[in-house]
């Protein structure tokens, strides 16, 4: 009983030990995610960042991953890439990289958090800017199956949609022409907008509504 007795007083320092071991990753990358957070929300409003900040949330949220790996981290390390790959040469051997980089973070990402129909949208978009047709289309189709009304999205989607439309397969097409009616019921402006100026929205906005 005294044996016993004697264990029990190491017990708290055992669990906290425990504890420690445990949360520290976690800490860590608590810590990390705090870089770059303000380019973040910048490039989450729809806003430019700086160069050098790009830097900073690409490494940021590379660590981030490598300590604990999470869909977000992932996630928004393909957003940082995505916006420096622009400030490269369209074509350039340097623009490449950067999108090969953000394809396979995307990738990552959505093994993760494979329920994200913003985040299939944006492996739409790097499939697009990669000339990958076939994995642009696949990706869209990812998007609206996983989130086929979502007005936020609508007006990209519908864009990119009828940039490939005989590329899409008949489901895709169909969920393209409810999304048109969702736009033409909540944001009608917007839709009138891209309407106007694309010959390609406005015959799939007929043929929708």
Not at 87 to 102: N, V
Not at 198 to 209: F, M, T
């Amino acid at each position: 009983m005294e044996m016993n007795k004697d264990y029990t007083r190491y017990l708290p320092m055992i669990f906290g030990t425990a504890l420690v071991l445990y949360s520290a990753p976690m800490l860590m990358k608590s810590f990390l995610l705090l870089a770059g957070g303000s380019t973040l929300a910048r490039l989450e409003r729809g806003d430019q960042a700086r160069p050098e900040s790009l830097g900073i949330l690409e490494r940021s949220r590379e660590m981030a991953a490598s300590v604990i790996e999470t869909g977000s981290s992932w996630n928004q390390l393909s957003l940082a890439l995505v916006h420096q790959a622009n400030l490269y040469e369209p074509g350039s051997a340097e623009q490449t990289e950067k999108l090969e980089r953000a394809r396979e973070a995307q990738g990552k990402g959505l093994g993760l958090q494979p329920a994200n129909p913003h985040s299939w949208l944006r492996l739409a978009y790097i499939n697009q800017r990669l000339d990958a047709p076939q994995k642009t289309a696949a990706a869209l189709y990812m998007s609206y199956w996983t989130g086929p009304y979502e007005i936020h999205l609508a007006e990209y989607r519908l864009a990119m949609s009828a940039g490939m439309w005989q590329q899409l397969d008949n489901w895709t097409m169909m969920a393209v022409h409810a999304e048109v009616r969702l736009l033409n019921s909540q944001k009608p402006g917007s839709l009138k907008f891209l309407m106007e100026n694309d010959d390609n929205v406005r015959n799939i906005a007929q043929q929708a509504l």
